[in-house]
């Protein structure tokens, strides 16, 4: 019983003490202390939910500053250093805290430029008590002593370098969401880009030359296969079963043709990508024996590992063929009476090719 006794005081103790600790950490000692901004500002927000129009703007406006006194004052009472600097924890955590309030907006309240930016202004923050000397009542300014101003040069210095690869990280995530075909590059010759996973589009190529007996596996871009796989269709449509006569006059005149066509399906289908005016269509017309072979192009204009770029190409053979006028039946022996028509057959997959588009015939 005496034994259950010294444990129920052991418990009691141990609980009192946790109470202890946080009622000191929470009750304020006094009217001015970091509690008191930490509370004035969850005040503030508090009433900005009820508040409207401008009104709500300025009580949380309040509220941001309450919160970046509060919490700067509490962490740099006793501050804990970011190991291998002069840099209190603390004011890394106010930095954030004052970019996102200078950065950040109500509908996406961490933006790029609150990440980049958090670096510079928390080494700002760091430096600024080294120029400001004095007691709570009365402050002035100083230059500081040459051997602290060398850190804080190097401090500062060292957080902008930082915020500038963070900048340059949010850079490429722009640029390769808005030209996803840079993604199908080589990029073993970069010395800042590091591919972390393969793009899915695989194209395999024959082999070039006798002594290549392995074909060649190829990453094809995504848009410039869709470009091609859309103009083959559009073309399909335009001049599948067409009078013969039609046809030839759309041949003489393909370059107009193929282009209005691309630049149609470049709006609809690359119309969220900036990419879309880097990506141009051509064709290649040649007569054959049994009629034409239009070779259509989608041609990349932007940059490129290559020296002279790439482009895709799909070839469709354009045959004519003889319909009947009386049974509407297409037929391959000539008949009395009958109109010619087109018959137009496309390549099922795009041909990935490296190099500068064949000249204009």
Do not use: H
């Not at 939910?49 to 401008?54: H, K, T």
């Not at 703007?57 to 006194?69: H, K, R």
């Amino acid at each position: 019983m005496q034994t259950l006794f010294k444990d129920a005081l052991v418990f009691l103790k141990f609980f009192t003490g946790i109470y202890e600790g946080i009622r000191k950490f929470l009750l304020p000692p006094k009217a001015y202390s970091w509690q008191t901004f930490i509370y004035l500002s969850a005040y503030s927000w508090t009433l900005s939910f009820l508040a409207v129009g401008y009104v709500k703007s300025v009580i949380a406006f309040l509220g941001w500053l309450f919160l970046i006194a509060g919490t700067a004052w509490y962490t740099t009472d006793d501050p804990l250093r970011v190991p291998g600097t002069f840099m209190p924890v603390g004011a890394v955590i106010t930095g954030f805290l004052v970019s996102v309030f200078a950065f950040g907006n109500p509908e996406d309240v961490i933006t790029p430029r609150t990440i980049i930016l958090w670096p510079t202004i928390s080494a700002i923050i760091t430096a600024l008590p080294d120029f400001i000397e004095g007691t709570d009542i009365k402050t002035t300014a100083k230059i500081p002593k040459p051997e602290i101003r060398e850190k804080i040069i190097v401090l500062v210095a060292s957080c902008m370098l930082l915020s500038c690869w963070i900048q340059f990280y949010f850079v490429m995530e722009n640029w390769l969401t808005q030209y996803p075909s840079l993604l199908t590059d080589n990029f073993e010759r970069s010395t800042f880009v590091v591919r972390m996973a393969e793009p899915n589009i695989e194209l395999t190529l024959e082999p070039e030359t006798e002594t290549q007996t392995k074909p060649e596996v190829q990453k094809v871009p995504e848009n410039g296969v869709a470009i091609l796989d859309q103009l083959q269709i559009r073309v399909e449509q335009e001049l599948n079963k067409t009078p013969w006569s039609q046809v030839e006059r759309w041949l003489l005149d393909a370059t107009k043709e193929v282009t209005n066509l691309g630049n149609q399906i470049k709006n609809q289908q690359l119309g969220q990508y900036e990419e879309r005016k880097l990506w141009r269509v051509e064709p290649r017309v040649a007569n054959i024996k049994s009629g034409y072979v239009l070779d259509l192009l989608s041609i990349w204009d932007g940059p490129s590992s290559n020296p002279k770029g790439y482009y895709l190409q799909k070839s469709c053979r354009i045959e004519p063929i003889a319909v009947s006028t009386t049974t509407s039946q297409a037929t391959t022996s000539p008949v009395d009476e009958k109109n010619t028509v087109a018959e137009i057959e496309c390549d099922r997959l795009s041909k990935f090719i490296a190099g500068a588009p064949p000249a204009r015939r």
